[in-house]
């Protein structure tokens, strides 16, 4: 995490005002991949890469953000607020600040400064991380009281109305209601959850591949597509599946033939993923780390097979781990095309695993992979 006492420096020399500082955690997904919009289940973990915004109030009726980042100021009228998005990184924290107007809270004028150290764009959801930092300064700066799963629906709203990104929950509900030392296994239905802790001897490895594909017509809405199509064919049989949460492996054997290849993969992943998911959890929760990385390595054959959603990059980072000393299990880890894989590890070799990957992975690729040591964290929070 950014240094808090650097970032108060930084605003108090830009506004002149002493802030009050809050922190909002990326995260690593363990598994559970295109699974939240199938309203299934996921199992995240909040990391030590954070953002932390400062904030303060104003009286010239602007809303000012600064992020340190990009070096760049905006400035809005906070009365009314813009509702529309002009495509910079200000849409995040002003789509959470919309949103907030939206459902009638006053948003005042004010000062935020953000700055992080999650790496943007690489499938540990900085954009999360923005959302929830402003959204917990915000609440916080006006006296509102808002329960973690709800402010979490709000942060996730301004990026799907606002900034007009099609995510799921996942990403905002770890970031708000993330706790140390534990993953969290979240139903993606009724946003119900229970923590799953991270046994003392499991380390958790993030290898960024460094890479990021576009894929045609966009990898993430086209495989949404998919999964939505697949959905639809099977509820003409049982109208009971809403969402392929509600769906089996029996309902494909049934019905596949009626569903188009593509889509037919596309299913059996969530399908399968949202059963591995609440296998993992009960895994952690028996300290079984055999029986979760068996898991994960089926998880990310199924990503990469028959989601699609792998790159060569990744699946050669997942391959390059599997005989290092001390891997539990490897995977792809995020919304897929590249960014990082999560490695579980015993702790005890952490280091020379994170090494060695880096090494294999720069001779293989000649790409020069960062690779980080993480540790389950907390969810957001007020800066002392
Ligand atoms: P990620 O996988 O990291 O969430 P996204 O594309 O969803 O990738 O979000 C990245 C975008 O979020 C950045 O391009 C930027 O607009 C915004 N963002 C992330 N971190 C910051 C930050 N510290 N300050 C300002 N904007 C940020
Ligand atoms: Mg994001």
């Known amino acids: 995490m950014k240094d808090p006492a650097a970032l108060r420096q930084i605003h108090e020399h830009r506004f002149g005002v002493t802030p009050e500082i809050f922190v909002a955690p990326g995260r690593v997904n363990l598994i559970?991949?295109?699974?939240?919009?199938?309203?299934?289940?996921?199992?995240?973990?909040a990391i030590d890469f954070a953002t932390l915004a400062a904030i303060s109030p104003r009286n010239d009726g602007k809303i000012v953000i600064y992020a340190e980042n990009f070096h760049q100021e905006r400035s809005f009228p906070a009365n009314p607020l813009p509702t529309k998005a002009s495509g910079h990184w200000s849409d995040y924290p002003l789509g959470v600040m919309a949103i907030l107007a939206g459902e009638g809270y006053t948003i005042p004028p004010l000062s935020l400064s953000l700055w992080g150290d999650v790496p943007l764009g690489s499938g540990l959801s900085s954009s999360a991380a923005v959302e929830v930092a402003t959204a917990t300064a915000v609440t916080s700066l006006i006296g509102a009281a808002i329960p973690g799963p709800k402010l979490a629906r709000l942060c996730q709203r301004a990026e799907n109305e606002f900034v007009g990104a099609n995510c799921g929950i996942m990403d905002q509900f770890i970031s708000v209601n993330?706790?140390?030392?534990?993953?969290l296994l979240l139903d993606c239905r009724d946003l119900s959850y229970r923590l799953a802790p991270i046994p003392a001897n499991m380390a958790l490895v993030i290898a960024n591949t460094m890479v990021k594909h576009s894929v045609a017509g966009d990898g993430y809405t086209t495989r949404r597509a998919e999964v939505e199509e697949a959905c639809r064919i099977l509820a003409t049989h049982r109208p009971e599946i809403k969402f392929l949460r509600d769906a089996t492996v029996a309902d494909l054997e049934a019905w596949g033939h009626e569903i188009p290849p593509n889509a037919l993969k596309r299913a059996r992943h969530v399908i399968t993923e949202n059963q591995r998911t609440l296998e993992a959890a009960d895994a952690l929760l028996r300290h079984d780390l055999p029986a979760l990385?068996?898991?994960?390595?089926?998880?990310?054959?199924?990503?990469?097979?028959?989601?699609?959603?792998?790159?060569?990059?990744?699946?050669t980072m997942v391959d390059l781990a599997q005989d290092l000393p001390g891997l539990i299990g490897a995977r792809l880890t995020g919304g897929g095309f590249g960014g990082c894989?999560?490695?579980?590890?015993?702790?005890?070799?952490?280091?020379?695993?994170?090494?060695?990957?880096?090494e294999r992975y720069r001779q293989?690729?000649?790409?020069?992979?960062?690779?980080?040591?993480?540790?389950?964290s907390a969810g957001a929070h007020r800066v002392a």
């Open 32 to 45: 559970g991949e295109h699974t939240d919009y199938a309203e299934g289940f996921v199992m995240p973990v």
């Open 178 to 183: 993330g706790a140390a030392d534990n993953a």
């Open 293 to 315: 990385g068996k898991l994960m390595h089926e998880a990310h054959v199924s990503y990469s097979k028959d989601f699609e959603g792998s790159c060569v990059e990744a699946d």
């Open 341 to 358: 894989t999560v490695n579980v590890v015993e702790i005890d070799e952490a280091t020379a695993f994170a090494a060695a990957l880096k």
């Open 364 to 376: 293989t690729t000649g790409i020069d992979p960062e690779i980080h040591i993480c540790h389950a």
